[in-house]
DNA sequence: GTCTATAGGGCGATAGAC
DNA sequence: GTCTATCGCCCTATAGAC
């Protein structure tokens, strides 16, 4: 036995996320099993559950997205408006994203199964909760947090889908770009004499 | 036989929601089988199926919601901005509400299961989705029409969880109420000299 | 790892209503 | 006869228990 050589190849958990939505991309999500997966993985089945509780679980592994949100809503300067706080942090989200590449592809994965539509609501509503928490260290009462945290991810979701879309520009522009955009559509209109 | 006895009771979808509402609240989702909802309707596990594709929706059963929504902002004044026509008609969503006392019973079940707190969410989605299509018919662009609806989602659910807190007031007072704070809340603050 | 309960789909049988 | 609601039985996959 040569030295150097593992007993199991490295990275389980790495390589079950990359063989599922390898095939949850050529097959659908409903149509792959996850013996499929962990076969592909070189797994077993029930090892596959040793990583994610369920099926569904192998595409959002990893708490990054939040605790980066959470850290930077945390740190922001005192004088910030909650808005504005949570604005700053949300455009600095794609330090912790993977390739815009493999972005786009998990992307189109989950619009194609409601499945997974579900689960990545529910991660974002998770996310959402867990920045209550900070905006409660700035002295903002749950529910009002709650609220403006909410308005923050529609800004958030816009400009990420158009980041998503346009390679050049910069996540925190758009941002703040969507941002004056919610603005404008929440002031009354100007009704010009007709 | 007696003339009028029907050959099998009636409404046997009604009786299914009743009857899983009532074992979710007392044993939870979880531990509820669909076997148990269906017996305790006076039907077979497979007749559950034919209402309802699976045990998640049986709490989520019709669209009225969605369709009084879209026929709202439809109907609404050409001259009122999308987030307006969006809000009134979103301060209007109690027509359509069942008794307080059962949406009480409903929210405390879902909030309990994070299987149907899942589900809730992505039919707000659906429901949001429904609405880009009432927007289009006003001409505004499909991405900017879902952001202003995630926004007036947004300033609905904090002003749903109030109404449903304070029996005395109206939705639609505290829709406004909740505009009037998203507005303050997006603009600049008045940075008052130190 | 093995075992098992449950979810949920396929297909056909049955039995009134018409 | 057709239509429609229900049940029966078979199956696989998920996911938890042991």
Redesign the pocket.
């Known amino acids: 036995m040569l030295v150097g050589m593992p007993r199991w190849e490295s990275d389980a958990q790495g390589r079950l996320e990359r063989a599922a939505l390898e095939l949850f991309e050529t097959q659908g999500f409903?149509r792959?099993?996850?013996?499929?997966?962990a076969r592909t993985a070189g797994?077993?089945?029930?090892?596959f559950?040793r990583y994610?509780?369920?099926?569904?679980?192998v595409l959002f592994a990893g708490n990054e997205l939040e605790a980066h949100l959470a850290a930077g809503v945390e740190a922001a300067d005192p004088g910030l408006t909650p808005i504005e706080a949570l604005l700053n942090a949300l455009g600095t989200a794609d330090e912790v994203f993977q390739s815009r590449e493999f972005l786009l592809r998990r992307v189109k994965v989950i619009a194609a199964s409601p499945a997974l539509a579900e689960r990545d609501l529910i991660k974002l509503a998770d996310i959402a909760e867990a920045l209550v928490g900070a905006l409660d260290h700035r002295g903002v009462e749950p529910g009002k947090a709650r609220f403006i945290i909410d308005v923050a991810i529609a800004v958030s979701r816009r400009a990420t889908s158009r980041w998503l879309a346009d390679p050049d520009a910069t996540l925190s522009d758009l941002v703040a770009q969507t941002a004056a955009e919610l603005r404008e559509a929440v002031a009354p209109p100007t009704r010009t004499a007709g």
């Open positions: 409903e792959t099993t996850v013996a499929q997966i797994l077993t089945e029930r090892s559950y994610f509780p369920d099926k569904r679980e």
